[in-house]
């Protein structure tokens, strides 16, 4: 986006932000997942839970990049609890197993700026009965509705730089790469250079889908179906596409209504993808812009499911109609597909739509079904990839 520019010198300046007052506070409050539950940390209730898990022998690399740690004894280790219970920021919750109610493991919301509205997720400890869990994930996915419920506007992730499986899960996570702080923290007498992550509340609705998605029952029957780092990705590999923010709410909703609005004399009716607003697109599905100027000239929505990708619309300007842009979309409708390692793509169209059917059908596209509804019918299509 152009930076607005001052009136009086005609510098770049930053655009309006809607709410500057400060954000609320985070409290200690419950958090309720369908794998586990996030509760304020209670040193006395969850210290033999997390110490079966946390302290003694083995236990060392949970702790080689965090601050505390490790502990040989479970004393010291229900001191450290104690001072995370007592400490207002960070502010520690536990991480309980819904079925069990045990404790698994804590994390922390942190450096707290109310003023700015910015908030890190930090202190993230979890047990080996919470790794590489449905519940691991669905954690972060609580503590990040929560911060961008109460308004804030950037949540940070940041940890030591030698820490890859930490820089990893930040990626597979939504979180995007800011790069190095260097030197940024002397830990246990080391040196630590920083790398440091973000996400942004306009981003927040497309990654919180990616998680909603992925925590599915229906994706994760036998092991995971769609990966989640597939799922929260902000680009599509070998494309210009990017994914759309609520910023662009404006700006899709003008281009899905100048692409489709010549077929409401074809249909006789509302085209399907003006009957959902723009806000909603964006809430429920997955929106990839491609941007030639100042304004997205097409805009490709996918709904991805466990078994196929449904193709919900392929938008283009009028002005960029017969330029290719819209192969160029369908195509990378296919390149999404691939990387969500599915290969079943489904589409539907107007049965008036005739040109429309024509043109998927010369790029191997094949009607499956006509769906008959109260006031139009639906041609639905498929192809399968190679």
């Known amino acids: ?49 997390l110490a079966e898990g946390a302290v003694g022998p083995g236990r060392e690399a949970l702790w080689q990049y965090m601050a505390a740690g490790p502990f040989d004894d479970r004393a010291s280790f229900q001191a450290y609890l104690a001072g995370c219970e007592a400490s207002a920021d960070p502010l520690f919750y536990a991480i309980l197993d819904a079925g069990s109610g045990k404790a698994v493991g804590h994390a922390a919301l942190m450096r707290i700026d109310r003023a700015n509205r910015v908030i890190e997720v930090g202190n993230i400890l979890y047990t080996p009965a919470l790794q590489r869990k449905p519940g691991a994930t669905e954690a972060m996915r609580l503590l990040a509705g929560y911060v961008f419920d109460l308004g804030y506007r950037r949540y940070e992730w940041k940890c030591n730089a030698l820490n890859a499986p930490s820089r990893s899960a930040a ?106 607003p723009a ?26 499911h466990p078994d196929h990708l449904t193709i919900w619309s392929v938008a283009v300007a009028p002005s960029h109609q017969g330029s290719g ?41 094949a009607t499956d079904r006509v769906e008959d509804l109260a006031d139009r019918r639906l041609v639905h299509m498929h192809k399968t990839l190679a």
């Open 1 to 49: 986006m152009n930076p607005d520019r001052d009136p009086v010198t005609g510098l770049p300046i930053g655009h309006p932000v809607a709410t500057t007052g400060p954000a609320p506070g985070p409290e200690r409050r419950r958090l309720d997942g369908r794998h586990v539950t996030i509760v304020p940390l209670d040193a006395a209730a969850h210290g033999a839970d």
């Open 171 to 276: 990626r597979r996570l939504g979180f995007s790469d800011e790069g190095l702080f260097r030197q940024g923290m002397i830990v246990k007498g080391r040196n630590r250079d920083t790398a440091w992550f973000s996400m942004l509340d306009s981003e927040w609705p497309q990654i919180r889908q990616g998680f909603d998605r992925w925590l599915d029952p229906a994706n994760l029957a036998g092991g995971q179906s769609l990966r989640l780092g597939a799922l929260t990705a902000a680009a599509i590999p070998g494309t210009a596409l990017r994914r759309a923010t609520t910023a662009d709410e404006g700006a899709l909703a003008a281009l899905q209504e100048a692409a489709y609005a010549p077929n409401r004399p074809i249909l006789g009716v509302e085209p399907v993808p003006l009957l959902t």
């Open 279 to 304: 806000a909603e697109v964006l809430a429920r599905y997955e929106v990839w812009l491609c941007d030639r100027g100042e304004a997205p000239a097409g805009a490709l929505v996918l709904d991805p």
């Open 325 to 365: 842009l819209g192969n160029a979309l369908l195509a990378a409708a296919e390149a999404r597909a691939r990387d969500l390692d599915l290969s079943d793509l489904r589409l539907y169209t107007g049965d008036k739509l005739v040109r429309n059917i024509d043109w998927y059908a010369r790029r191997g596209y």
